[in-house]
């Protein structure tokens, strides 16, 4: 059995790999070049919308995994370290599958909006699983279940608009492979979509619907 989650108090005792550190800011170096060439390459309201439509999804991921682990600590073992290193496979993965405009909105003839739209679905499974886990097995403050439900459901919105935009772009590719060549711009606005309603739910709810005089400890 896999160690439990504690509440962050103790985050700071886990030791830090420089390993994944060195993992974390090549992939992040390289999804900035791979977004800045969008723009390089479409200097336009298209290029814009892709720009926006990978970038805002992989540092989705990426702050919600900081965020993850600055609230919760995790067992140095086996199964946490192949998890570290499953988020960081998809992540690396989102990066190879940014590429120009060109391709990415002719989701018939090439992979790469299929293969982008698959790993940020992943991605997204991936962190509500991380959740799912606090929920199933965590231990510290009693809020922690409630806490972790609030943040899956969060993210429901994000990971319907991901996998429709696989769909979509799945259909496109295996289905009309090399015989249709119209633009399709809708698997992109789907993941556009999830990532912006997702921010501005988290938004709204901390704006409106946080709790006042320390009643945030109980959620």
Request: hydrophobic share 45%.
């Amino acid at each position: 059995m896999h160690n439990s989650h504690v509440i962050s108090s103790d985050r700071f005792d886990q030791h830090v790999s420089f390993r994944f550190v060195f993992a974390r800011l090549t992939t992040t170096k390289r999804m900035t070049q791979q977004t800045s060439n969008i723009l390089v390459f479409s200097p336009d309201n298209q290029g814009i919308l892709y720009f926006l439509g990978t970038f805002l999804p992989v540092m989705g991921l990426w702050t919600d995994k900081l965020y993850y682990d600055a609230r919760y600590s995790v067992g140095d073992d086996v199964f946490h370290r192949v998890f570290e290193l499953a988020t960081l496979s998809v992540l690396a993965t989102t990066v190879v599958f940014i590429r120009p405009v060109e391709r990415l909105s002719h989701a018939s003839e090439y992979v790469d909006m299929f293969g982008f739209a698959m790993a940020v679905l992943c991605g997204r499974l991936i962190t509500i699983a991380r959740y799912a886990e606090v929920y199933l097995f965590g231990e510290g403050q009693p809020v922690i279940q409630v806490s972790s439900t609030n943040e899956m459901c969060g993210f429901l919105i994000s990971l319907i608009c991901y996998g429709a935009a696989a769909i979509v772009a799945g259909i496109a590719y295996y289905g009309h492979a090399g015989t249709d060549a119209t633009i399709n711009h809708i698997p992109i606005i789907l993941i556009l979509v999830g990532i912006v309603v997702g921010r501005l739910y988290f938004s709204i709810k901390v704006m409106f619907f946080f709790p006042s005089g320390g009643r945030h400890k109980e959620m």
